[in-house]
């Protein structure tokens, strides 16, 4: 079934308020698409307010939208897991550990990496356990790697242990972050990606893998799945009917797909091709949700990473993105003109200056230019070597008739 059915006349007319942004930007016309990728947008993030709560939920480029929505004024419930972290012995302890699995002593807002959610479920269980008035978390959610050592399965970094009750009491303090969706308008949601590990035990997704050496002592408890299109699209319904049947007031849900890749796959492909799957099923998901709820906005981050100039948006591992390059993200995402400006100077800072950027442009084409040339001559001279050699050869058996 269609996505959109729009009338013959309706459609050649075209609503969109910016007639320019129908248009593909060819040869970088307007400069829509580089340095740094300006598509129209019409809902803006922040609408109620620049000192408004918002919600950010997601996987690790949630935790950069959201250090960069607090930049511009607004209040995060999720990013206050930091101040719990700095008086809470538990969060300590936690990390603590990660300390000294990593060898990078965490600051205290590292703590946000225990939010963080990467397929659709594991958002969808987070809030459905922030909304549930009665939840307490099951014993089975905790799985014991050894004797009175126990690891959370919906959360990051699966490998940090602790007791039973350490683990529950860091899950009550995540849920009770969640839980303040209730006080917020605006709820933005990263999606990551698209494979998802299920465990029949629990008869839900997972946040990450379990430990491999886990896995393989209770191998048939646990399954590898590939999301497709109908369960992401059916995860998102079910996300918004809970929060239409529990939020207060009217709300507005900005959906967006994280543009970081994943570290690996257990998919029998490589890497770069997963990752592309991954990421057009949330993308393609995210379009029929939006199109059904009025109250449900795309942000095109994901557009808007992957089209700019890449020296301006990755880090040198190539995995994760430049934190000044979120900050000028959210900056257009929330239309903040007077921040967007100085925040795409830190952004570019590592660009050469316009000018010589489009000279390396022109220098790039022009070697392209030379070494099609150079690829050409190297082809007609071989060519003209076969055609003197054969016509060598054809005059020395001429040669050699005539003698006989």
Request: glycine share 4%; aromatic share 10%; hydrophobic share 40%.
């Amino acid at each position: 079934m269609p996505l959109e059915i729009v009338p013959s006349l309706q459609a050649l007319k075209n609503p969109l308020a910016d007639k320019q942004a129908r248009k593909w930007p060819c040869e970088n016309r307007g400069g829509r698409l580089l340095p740094l990728s300006k598509p129209f947008v019409e809902h803006r993030v922040g609408e109620f307010g620049s000192g408004a709560p918002v919600m950010t939920v997601g996987s690790c480029f949630a935790r950069y939208v959201s250090l960069a929505l607090k930049e511009l004024g607004h209040i995060i419930p999720t990013l206050d897991i930091a101040d719990l972290s700095r008086s809470d012995s538990v969060l300590k302890g936690f990390l603590q550990q990660e300390k000294q699995l990593t060898g990078v002593n965490p600051p205290p807002d590292f703590a946000w990496n225990f939010m963080q959610k990467y397929n659709p479920h594991s958002v969808l269980n987070e809030l459905i356990w922030a909304l549930d008035d009665d939840y307490t978390p099951p014993d089975e959610a905790f799985f014991e790697v050894r004797p009175g050592d126990f690891v959370d399965s919906h959360t990051h970094m699966p490998t940090l242990t602790a007791s039973l009750e350490d683990q529950k009491h860091r899950r009550m303090l995540i849920r009770s972050l969640f839980r303040r969706v209730l006080e917020c308008r605006e709820i933005v949601v990263t999606l990551g990606l698209a494979e998802a590990w299920w465990d029949h035990e629990q008869g839900c997704y997972l946040n990450q893998t379990p430990d491999p050496s886990f896995i393989k002592r209770h191998h048939e408890r646990f399954e590898f799945h590939v999301l497709g299109y109908e369960d992401v699209v059916s995860c998102l319904r079910q996300m918004m009917d809970l929060l239409g049947a529990r939020m207060p007031e009217e709300f507005r849900v900005f959906l967006t797909v994280s543009p970081q890749p994943f570290l690996s796959t257990f998919r029998p492909q490589d890497a770069l091709v997963a990752n592309a799957y991954s990421k057009s099923v949330l993308r393609a998901a995210i379009d029929e949700i939006a199109a059904a709820h009025d109250n449900v906005f795309y942000f095109p981050s994901f557009e808007i990473a992957t089209l700019s100039d890449p020296r301006a948006v990755w880090t040198k591992d190539n995995l994760h993105v430049e934190l000044d390059f979120v900050n000028w993200l959210m900056a257009f995402a929330t239309g903040s003109n007077d921040v967007m400006e100085a925040a795409a100077k830190r952004a570019l800072a590592k660009l050469p200056e316009e000018r010589t950027w489009k000279l390396e442009e022109n220098l790039a084409q022009q070697d392209q230019k030379i070494q099609i040339l150079e690829e050409t001559n190297a082809m007609l001279t071989e060519q003209l070597e076969k055609s003197r050699s054969a016509y060598n050869d054809m005059l020395r058996k001429q040669l050699e008739s005539q003698g006989s």
